[in-house]
């Protein structure tokens, strides 16, 4: 399973991991994959509204999620 935070992905990465995380809001709101930004962010539980505003304001600072 690939992490979409991989650095490795570089920057084009952002546009498929915004388009999963709208996509998949709904059942993946309790996946482990939120760990690492949740942690970045404040710790913040990742609830579906929470996440799609985070998400979109989110898109042009890539280095919170490679720092």
């Known amino acids: 399973y ?8 570089g920057p ?14 709904q059942h993946d ?10 942690s970045s962010m404040g710790g913040q539980p990742p609830m579906q509204t929470v996440w799609q505003t985070k998400v979109e304001l989110s898109i042009p600072p890539t280095n919170d999620f490679k720092n």
């Open 2 to 9: 690939m992490s979409p935070y991989d650095p490795d992905e």
């Open 12 to 25: 084009s990465i952002t546009g498929w991991r915004v388009q999963r995380w709208e996509s998949s809001l």
């Open 29 to 38: 709101v309790l996946h482990p994959i939120f760990g690492n930004p949740t």
